[in-house]
């Protein structure tokens, strides 16, 4: 009788891998992404009722390639992704692979870091940090993209959560075991991680220091000196520092940029800022801007910035607000749910609608308070 873990060797596993990958590629070469999809297609069901152990990895391996595929163009209804996933599984647990038993148990881990990724695109986030943990209890020792990467995924997916201070943990680990763009992306991270906290003075030494390297990306650059505007604002509420940012000409004159100075400004005590934003109905009119089509935050910020029109029954308007309100969990960053929920208060505070004012703020304030470890029920300093 075979021992669990013996019916795969890792040899194998990774013979099987490379030659599946080999052939996607090369169709994704000639024909597009569309083209990969209809061989994994294909293949699924060309392999369907197979029993040999061989054939079951190969199908196993084309499992998990739709749901990579899937997780960078999405294609499957809810239904279909739900069944690969518990398709390969069975095949796993067929081959007697036992999740944190067998030697070749990462193939568990595989699956569920997939899942998270998934999951985190769908606005899942507590289902999608749970895989990400899964998967790296699965994965012990040797988890795919290395132990750095890992701590630096565990470390977004507590801070998405609102966990900032577990995600600092993380992260400091991952800041010593990762290079290149992942460093950056780490120290970015935990930037933000302090800022939220409230370490200003250690925030503020570290900005300083990253500010002064030599080889950073243009992208990084840019992050930062939008992190020290943001930060200056949570102490001043002055927001020249981010509309000069966001010119034309200047770094951050990008979408995501605009779209986040319009709901901090929405967010904000003063009216002054509401005539110095841009309509984010007309960004699409900007030949010099790439607006994405599908954009949750802009959606959302859209929808606010439509409630100012008095024009429009208040009824609407409300419910509207109500429903972005809700789909507000769905965004990617944790600041900018928080955010939005201040820029909804607000909204509902100008529009004397004040049960439903003091319903959004509370909700703000309880999120503050969770980010923030107890610091703060109010991050961004909008109702101090």
């Not at 009788?1 to 052939?23: C, H, L, V």
């Not at 460093?183 to 939220?196: A, D, G, H, K, V």
């Not at 607000?346 to 703020?361: G, I, V, Y």
Request: hydrophobic share 35%; with cysteine.
């Amino acid at each position: 009788m075979m021992k669990s873990g013996d019916y795969w060797t890792e040899a194998e596993i990774n013979a099987s891998k490379q030659r599946i990958k080999d052939e996607l590629d090369q169709r994704q070469n000639l024909a597009g992404p569309e083209a990969r999809q209809q061989l994994i297609l294909d293949r699924l069901k060309e392999y369907e009722g197979s029993e040999k152990s061989a054939e079951l990895l190969d199908l196993f391996v084309y499992l998990v390639s739709a749901l990579v595929h899937h997780s960078r163009f999405p294609f499957l209804t809810q239904s279909r992704y739900e069944r690969l996933l518990e398709h390969a599984r069975t095949i796993l647990q067929s081959q007697g692979i036992r999740e944190g038993r067998s030697r070749v148990s990462f193939l568990h881990g595989e699956l569920h870091f997939i899942q998270s990724q998934i999951e985190r695109q769908e606005g899942r986030h507590w289902t999608a940090a749970w895989h990400q943990f899964m998967g790296y209890h699965a994965t012990r020792g040797e988890p795919p993209g290395g132990e750095g990467f890992q701590q630096l995924s565990l470390g977004n997916r507590a801070m998405r959560l609102g966990h900032t201070r577990l995600a600092r943990g993380y992260l400091e680990k991952a800041e010593s075991l990762v290079t290149g763009s992942l460093l950056e992306r780490c120290r970015l991270s935990l930037l933000i991680c302090l800022r939220l906290l409230g370490e200003k003075d250690l925030a503020t030494e570290r900005l300083d220091q990253l500010t002064k390297a030599t080889d950073l990306s243009e992208e990084t650059r840019r992050e930062l000196s939008w992190e020290k505007a943001l930060h200056d604002f949570v102490a001043t509420q002055d927001l020249v520092p981010l509309l000069m940012l966001t010119r034309k000409g200047q770094s951050c004159y990008h979408t995501s940029y605009l779209v986040e100075l319009s709901v901090l400004a929405m967010a904000t005590s003063s009216r002054q800022w509401l005539e110095r934003i841009p309509k984010l109905e007309n960004l699409r009119r900007r030949k010099d801007l790439e607006v994405p089509r599908q954009d949750l935050f802009l959606n959302l910020a859209r929808t606010l910035q439509e409630a100012y029109d008095t024009e429009r029954p208040m009824s609407q308007r409300l419910h509207k607000v109500g429903e972005s309100l809700s789909a507000a969990q769905g965004l990617f960053n944790v600041e900018k749910e928080l955010l939005y929920w201040a820029a909804a208060a607000r909204w509902l505070l100008r529009s004397r609608s004040d049960d439903l004012a003091a319903l959004a703020q509370a909700e703000y304030e309880s999120r503050s308070l969770l980010t923030s470890d107890g610091r703060t029920r109010d991050i961004f300093q909008v109702f101090t």
